[in-house]
């Protein structure tokens, strides 16, 4: 690796940022020819006497930077997925690109991301990326597809055709010949003498002439070097170059390579900090996934049509929750947000669900009851938490608000869930 992209990699890598957002420019930079490097800095520079050239392009950064919120995230992937978003923000850059790169753990590089890990789990990046298009932050488009190591995920193989029995790689090849006259068919090292060129059958001994008139070849036979079989399918095998596993090739993991753009939901995120993926907050205990929240109010208003019970559904919205998110911390985080579910669990009955829409907003069911009950509930159940978020977290003024909604069998399940967080966005 050479020393400009050490030091990139240094500045990049960092996961505060106020560093790795910094802009860089080379000085007399000649290894722009590194796709890295030159996809990591922000310009080049050919004398000291030229960095008042470079003012506007810092201011220009300087003030993207600005419209971003930083905020801790609860899990590793979501935490690279903010530095991605960050990163591409405060250039301007709305496409991800995929760079065929030698020095890449997997062939291609992602500068964006790729910066972020060491050869051999530059793999993650994949895994990274597809989250990220699963969360709507980028939508992508195929591009190729690379096979990596079933062991180490790595992408450095070496193709090479082995042994069927013995996974030898010394494995020579032969014609094999087919003799009209007498149906003999046999390696061609069977038809040679040690005196001349001259083909003859070892069966009937006769003179082969012209091939396509007398014999003809009609495929290939492979000898074993190291246990002597013959065979005619040779195999194929893959040898991990970075932790020497040997596989079949139809045991390789083949992924795909794609291109991402950036979407609304993307820049709105990079803008708002990007705490959680919905994997991230799904396994918390007493909640629900959201699709399940989302079929179980379906099916709730379905049965509201024959009944005449009342059923809600509400939500509650921590607005400065990426603020105190922030602050304290993922573990403390995570045991803030189990705190929360439990309150709410406390306060409502055992069949009524709870989900996490995102990392601020919790979407509650409340079957059964009138929607003026549901709505001293919920008051309830926010000045528990904004009692317990005042005690834990002394200088932090929360901004918490809720919304109920009595369900209507006239309108959809999905706009009514959408009606509720929209209540917090206006
Ligand atoms: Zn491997
Ligand atoms: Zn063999
Ligand atoms: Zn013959």
């Known amino acids: 690796m050479n020393y400009t992209l050490h030091i990139l990699k240094k500045i990049r890598g960092h996961l505060n940022p106020e560093l790795y957002l910094k802009p860089i420019f080379l000085l007399k930079g000649n290894e722009k020819h590194d796709p890295l490097v030159n996809n990591l800095t922000d310009g080049v520079i050919y004398s000291l006497d030229q960095v008042k050239l470079v003012i506007p392009v810092m201011e220009q950064i300087y003030l993207k930077v600005a419209d971003l919120s930083f905020t801790r995230s609860l899990s590793f992937e979501a935490q690279m997925i903010d530095k991605i978003l960050n990163m591409m923000y405060s250039r301007d850059k709305k496409e991800l690109e995929p760079i065929p790169y030698f020095n890449s753990g997997i062939g291609y590089s992602f500068p964006e991301a790729s910066i972020n890990f060491g050869y051999m789990d530059e793999w993650q990046v994949l895994d990274i990326l597809d989250i990220a298009e699963k969360e709507g932050l980028f939508a992508s488009e195929y591009l190729d597809r690379i096979y990596l190591c079933n062991n180490c995920s790595g992408g450095f193989l070496s193709y090479r055709e082995v042994c069927p029995h013995c996974a030898s790689t010394n494995a020579s090849s032969e014609d094999l010949i087919h003799h009209f006259p007498c149906a003999f068919i046999g390696p061609i090292s069977d ?28 495929s290939i036979i492979y000898t074993c070097g190291k246990c002597n079989s013959k065979f005619q399918d040779i195999s194929v095998r893959a040898k991990c170059m970075m932790c020497t596993k040997d596989a079949e090739v139809q045991y390789l993991i083949p992924r795909d390579v794609k291109m991402y753009r950036m979407t609304k939901k993307g820049e709105t995120s990079a803008q708002t900090g990007y705490i959680s993926t919905s994997k991230d907050i799904e396994e918390f205990i007493g909640t629900v996934k959201l699709e399940t929240f989302k079929t179980m109010i379906k099916y709730e208003i379905e049965r509201l049509k024959q009944t005449d019970y009342n059923s809600n559904i509400a939500g509650i919205y921590l607005k400065n929750a990426g603020e105190l998110y922030s602050m304290i911390g993922a573990s403390s985080q995570r045991a803030l947000l189990r705190d929360l ?10 069949s009524d669900l709870i989900t996490f829409q995102n990392v601020n907003i919790v979407l509650v069911s409340l079957n059964e009851i009138p929607t003026k009950v549901a709505d001293n509930i919920l008051k309830e159940i926010i000045n528990i938490i904004s009692r317990l978020i005042k005690q834990n977290f002394k200088n932090f003024d929360v901004d918490i608000r809720y919304s109920v909604h009595q369900l209507n069998t006239r309108l959809s399940h999905e706009l009514q869930i959408q009606q509720v967080t929209k209540d917090f966005v206006d």
Do not use: A, T
């Not at 579910?341 to 055992?350: C, G, H, K, L, Q």
């Open 341 to 350: 579910v439990e309150i709410v669990r406390r306060n409502i009955r055992s």
């Open 191 to 218: 038809f040679k003498n040690e005196i001349d060129n001259q083909l003859n059958c070892p069966k009937c001994n006769k003179m082969l002439r012209h091939i396509g008139v007398d014999y003809d070849k009609p």
